[in-house]
């Protein structure tokens, strides 16, 4: 999109106010928006954006790994992503998960990526979900000798393994 002002640049800055009830919209280059005042920073990328939620996220998790960790496959440090805003490559999701896991909650609110079901398995899906979050507590229940609690967890997969006609150990 050219910017409104001069016709030859791109616009970076994409403007609207509304004054009584009517919109007026402005489309404008980073030169422009210079000259203008707009006063704004119109650098602005991902990679920065990522970097602020980096920031914010990673403080507890600071303590957990170190920042002088690197991938051994393609040699990215956590402080190169955190410039960045991209990993270097599949092997960076496991060597930086504990940093990255709350960073994906922040962005996502939720850090697995279940995709799209076609509407006539959304149902078993669902059940399958249900189940998979139940052996989950499940284990946390054993892990917290929490044992009446997992007996009533484990009876429960059971009956809904039964019904669903799946493996008890999704």
């Known amino acids: 999109m ?12 994409h403007y609207a106010e509304v004054i009584n009830g009517e919109i007026r919209k402005l489309n404008i280059c980073e030169q ?3 000259d203008k005042g ?13 970097a602020g939620i980096i920031k914010d996220s990673s403080r507890d998790s600071e303590k957990i790994i170190p920042s002088l960790e690197k991938c051994e496959k393609c040699g990215m440090s956590y402080e190169e992503f955190k410039k ?11 060597i930086f998960e504990k940093k990255l896991i709350p960073i994906l909650d922040t962005i996502h609110k939720q850090t697995r ?3 799209k079901v076609p509407k006539a398995y959304r149902e078993r899906f669902d ?6 979050e139940l052996n989950r507590k499940l284990k946390e229940a ?5 044992f009446e609690q997992a007996a009533v967890l484990r ?3 059971k009956e809904m393994s039964r019904k669903e006609n799946v493996e008890e150990t999704l």
């Open 113 to 115: 990526h279940k995709g």
């Open 38 to 50: 707009f006063g704004l920073e119109v650098s602005f990328s991902l990679g920065d954006m990522l």
């Open 32 to 34: 422009c928006a210079k």
């Open 84 to 94: 960045t805003g991209r990993l270097g490559c599949d092997n960076c999701y496991r």
């Open 2 to 13: 050219q910017c409104d002002i001069c016709k030859k640049n791109e616009a970076v800055v």
């Open 142 to 146: 054993v892990e917290n000798e929490e």
């Open 127 to 132: 059940k399958i979900e249900k189940i998979r």
């Open 155 to 157: 009876d429960k997969i």
